[in-house]
């Protein structure tokens, strides 16, 4: 009789956890489904248009183009890229105004020609949460190195993504120096 007892405790400890196992992998299915929709499906595959997309490895495709403004404060001469031009682009978990914003992805690629598209990924241990907005940019340096000089290609703009954000469109301008009489909104010294 006491052996009956036990086998049949253990029989509902094992079922117990067969049921918590089974609940966690419906749990981590219904989450992975909650982050397919809201970030969109695997772009790959063509079955959603937006921006910002988780992909078949589980990390999070950040797409977009970059085209070059000018205006009355921006350096507008040619650009004529150097054997060294590099374009950075960063994507960083966007956390309030007066917030440092950490950086979640960055692609450093040779530079070619504007406009162009763009894609980085997001590692899936960085995935966002569905709440969280994103902060892209790109910089377009003609030298070796990241520091700012007169007639690199920055992003003035802040540069907001949302899940379902069907379009990234990010605009750069010539960093013009700061002694130039038209210099505005950023400027360098170098």
Known sequence: MFSKLTVSYSDQKQKKRQMKHSVSRLTGILCLGAILTFYGCDKTKGTDNTAVSVVSDRSLLVSGHV?????????????????????????????????????????DVPFKSLPFDFDVRVAPKDMPRNDEQLLISVNIYNHEGTEGAVGDLIDEYRNMVEPRTEEVKIIVSGLESCDDPNAGGFCTGQ
């Open 67 to 107: 085209e070059r403004e000018f205006t009355d404060h921006t350096w507008n001469e040619e650009f004529v890229a150097t054997d060294a031009a590099h374009v950075v682009i960063q994507v960083r978990r966007y956390e309030g105004e007066d917030v440092a914003a950490p950086l979640l992805a960055e692609r």
